[in-house]
């Protein structure tokens, strides 16, 4: 095994725990939000289509890459924008609290 | 030693995994969770830029028309999509995901063998595992949105033979993974990716839409160790943290949720939900029994003249988007100085949280939201349960018919309280595929129709009650 498998899995491993223990003390009302939020970060993913596109130099990989690529970013915006309108509602809800419930208009 | 660029790349690289892991610890708590959500995006962006100055990249033309494409399209679905559709949006990125990582795999693959660099051991089977992994999450999700959009009807799709012909094509992808390895010829990994394909949707094709939300946070955290696979794939140790900060959670979240339901993961993965269910519905089909019906303007007056009113919303309320409605409602009867409490079920909705998120976008304040285990002591003191479109969380069977398919599952006990009335498109089944006790118990009444024209009708016959 070379040096460089060996600090990868070192880091799996550590990133195992620091994800547990982050996500352990999130309330269940916040489970929709952060599952979308996962989903948004898990899009990080394009970073490799990112390098596979750029660094391509036959058509095949050209397109592989361009798939993966659009693909990808598709998971990034699109994940951070529905779990930003997901948690735009609770803001709106704590206002509406404090002001309570006087907007009835909206 | 690096040089200055690498070095840029790499603490670049650091931050960002400082800002995705104290952006998950802000989405803990919901007053800092949209900028917990933001500070992930921000790390995003910087890990994004950090790459682009790879030397590895040496064209940027495929980047620059990728990105844009996949982020208009991204960005247009994410703010356009119905609140209630999220569910399936949230399946549909996460496929998209996978797709990525499965390509990125591939692609990687055919680019090593055509040097005619040697593989090794450690690098084929990320390879292997990236492409399986990142197709049974790519196909597995499409599945899972075609069934929450109703494209595939929500029930469990079985035929003869189902689990010996899935065991096949597991053991057929078991098998093309180790040639994959072994011998490296790129026609074999073509067939590997086409088996998870198959795979990842024969897998899902099987789970009723009920244990949806059960089914995308697994596929969320399959998308996360695709993405580390990857990250061992290129040798970048940002793929690596990210993507198993998110398999690490996904994992997490799954646990809850089938505790929740009180099944282990290995039930809802495997268990032959329909096939038990076809034989309790039978069963209950032998005994002629009758639904009471009721009308709009019966419902109100029962509202209208009590005192405690709990309201338990399901997935019919979000497919009808009555939330706004049946706050209207709720205000109303406030007015009149009637009690009323909303009862949320761990997996009411299509996700855990999804009945919550759907009614702060209504309004109602959240001490109106009761769990569970707060509200169920409270239905005998309940003079009037409003259930708008939920069925299996309120299935007394689950609590006293060992011979229920979802025996064993806490239930919200309205049956306990003095009126149930129940708001409902017609008798169909649940998403679990089974009869409910609860409609025919002498204290209900039905209200058929739209849940959001019901209760428009019901507020309407309020207003002169």
Do not use: C
């Not at chain 1, 693909?71 to 206002?95: C, H, I, P, W, Y």
């Not at chain 2, 072994?182 to 024969?202: C, R």
């Not at chain 2, 303007?297 to 209208?304: K, M, N, R, V």
């Amino acid at each position: 095994m070379s040096q460089e498998l060996v600090l990868g899995i070192y880091v799996f491993i550590m990133a195992i725990f620091v994800g547990f223990e982050v996500i352990s003390r999130v309330p269940s009302v916040l489970h929709t939000p952060l599952m979308s939020g996962t989903n948004a970060i898990h899009g990080i993913v394009v970073l490799g289509a990112f390098l596979v596109a750029g660094s391509a130099d036959t058509l095949l990989l050209k397109a592989l890459g361009f798939i993966a690529v659009v693909f990808g970013a598709a998971n990034v915006f699109g994940g951070f924008v529905v779990t930003d309108r997901m948690l735009e509602m609770f803001k709106r809800r704590q206002s509406a609290q404090s002001e309570h419930g006087d907007k009835k208009s909206a | 030693m690096l040089d200055l660029r690498g070095s840029v790349i790499a603490l670049s690289y650091i931050v960002a995994a400082v800002l995705f892991i104290f952006g998950l610890k802000q989405l803990s708590s919901p007053a800092t969770a949209r900028s917990g959500n933001r500070l992930a995006a921000i790390g995003m962006a910087l890990a994004l830029a950090a790459t682009l100055l790879d030397r590895q990249i040496i064209s940027f033309w495929t980047i620059a028309v990728g990105t844009l494409i996949g982020a208009a399209m991204g960005i247009y679905f994410g703010r356009t999509v119905q609140m209630t559709a999220m569910p399936q949006m949230v399946a549909l990125f996460n496929g998209m995901g996978g797709a990525t990582a499965a390509l990125v795999s591939v692609a990687e693959f055919l680019r090593l063998t055509r040097l005619g660099d040697p593989i090794g051991i450690g690098e084929a089977t990320s390879i292997v595992l990236g492409t399986a992994i990142g197709a049974i999450s790519f196909t597995g999700s499409i599945i899972a949105f075609g069934k929450l959009q109703e494209i595939l009807p929500g029930r469990p799709l079985q035929f003869p033979l189902q689990r010996l012909v899935n065991g096949l094509i597991l053991v057929s992808v078991v098998v093309l993974g180790v040639m994959v390895i072994v011998g490296a010829l790129p026609s074999t990994l073509w067939m590997l990716f086409a088996g998870a394909l198959l795979l990842g949707a024969m897998f899902v094709l099987p789970i009723g839409g009920g244990d949806m939300p059960v089914v995308i946070s697994i596929l969320n955290s399959l998308t996360g160790l695709a993405a580390a696979l990857t990250g061992f794939v290129l040798h970048n140790q940002m793929l690596v943290v990210a993507g198993v900060l998110v398999g690490a959670s996904g994992t997490l979240l799954t646990l809850l949720m089938s505790t929740a339901m009180n099944r282990s993961v290995a039930n809802v993965l495997f268990g032959a939900f329909g096939a038990a269910s076809s034989d309790a519905s039978s069963k209950s089909a032998g005994l002629a029994r009758t639904v009471r019906q009721t009308t709009p303007e019966d419902t109100a007056i029962a509202l209208a003249y009590a005192r405690n009113v709990v309201v338990v919303p399901g997935y019919g309320l979000a497919v009808a988007e009555a939330q706004h409605t049946v706050r209207e409602l709720a205000t109303d009867l406030e007015k009149r100085g009637v009690n009323v409490k909303y009862a949320i079920h761990p997996v009411a909705g299509r996700m855990p949280g999804h009945m919550n998120v759907l009614l702060a976008e209504a309004n109602v304040p959240y001490d109106q939201l009761l769990e569970m285990d707060q509200v169920n002591g409270q239905f005998p003191q309940t003079d009037v349960v409003l259930v708008v479109g939920a069925n299996d969380v309120v299935n007394p069977a689950a609590r006293d018919d060992p011979s229920s398919p979802i025996y064993g599952m806490p239930i919200l006990d309205v049956d306990r309280a003095r009126n149930i009335i129940v708001l409902k498109r017609s008798m169909g089944h649940g998403f679990a595929g089974i009869d409910n006790a609860l409609f025919y118990d002498e204290k209900t009444r039905m209200l058929f129709g739209d849940a959001r024209q019901s209760l428009t009708q019901v507020g309407q016959a309020l207003k002169t009650a």
